[in-house]
Every structure is written in structure tokens, then in C-alpha cells.
């Protein structure tokens, strides 16, 4: 994205003989950020992501709540029994380490799931 299509126009003719360019238009979604553009310049939004993460889930339909986790639950890996996708869980978790990285005010959300991925089991 360029803050013009002169400057777009003489980037891809400057990189083009050393790599192969594609021009794709206006960025729209990129790594899970939904980009709008306004009078102010750019709204980025992880809306979708987040929805995409609920839906994977089987979340979509839960009821909030103000504080989404046992604050003061124990965990540990040895308690309970397997998940049976475990694969699945860890790729719920990475998908939220992404939605924290890129949106700091949700920092709730790493540590509970962080603490049993490696070997994830249900209570």
C-alpha cells in the first residue's frame, strides 16, 4: 500500500527486474487485520479474525462475559483427560497469541490456554 499510484507505479518498476511483483490492488484483509480506508487515512480491525477464531471454536453463539477466565482457577498438565484434538486446541491458541500480539488490551487471553498447550486436557 502507497500513499499514491505514481509512487506504487515507480516502486514495482524499481523492484520488478529483481523480483517477480504482482500488483493486487487496494489491501482489504491481511494476517487476520480487515483494512478501511477513511478521510483519516487508514481503520484497521481484527473483527473477522476474531469471529473466524469464535467460529472454529464452536463459540459463536456463548454469551460474554465481563472477565472471560477463572482468575483464580489452578491448572495442570496432569489433571483431566485428554482433549481429543489436541492439534485443534493448539492451533485455537496460536491463533489467539496472534490476536493478542496485534491487539495488546486483550492480554487476558494468552496465559490460561498458554499454560496447557503442550499437552491440553479437558476437565
Do not use: W
Not at 489452578?74 to 485443534?88: A, D, L, M, R
Amino acid at each position: 500500500m502507497t500513499s499514491s499510484t505514481m509512487l506504487r507505479a515507480t516502486l514495482m518498476n524499481l523492484f520488478s527486474p529483481e523480483f517477480s511483483l504482482k500488483d493486487l490492488g487496494p489491501l482489504d484483509y491481511f494476517l487476520g487485520i480487515t483494512v478501511t480506508p477513511n478521510v483519516n487515512g487508514l481503520f484497521s480491525s481484527q473483527q473477522t479474525y476474531a469471529h473466524d477464531i469464535l467460529m472454529r471454536a464452536g463459540m459463536k453463539h456463548c454469551n460474554t462475559i465481563k472477565t472471560p477466565v477463572d482468575t483464580n482457577g489452578k491448572q495442570s498438565i496432569h489433571s483431566g483427560s485428554s482433549y481429543s484434538n489436541p492439534t485443534e486446541y493448539r492451533s485455537l491458541e496460536g491463533a489467539l497469541q496472534l490476536l493478542k500480539v496485534q491487539s495488546p488490551y486483550l492480554c487476558h487471553i494468552r496465559m490460561p490456554t498458554g499454560m496447557v498447550a503442550r499437552t491440553p486436557e479437558a476437565k
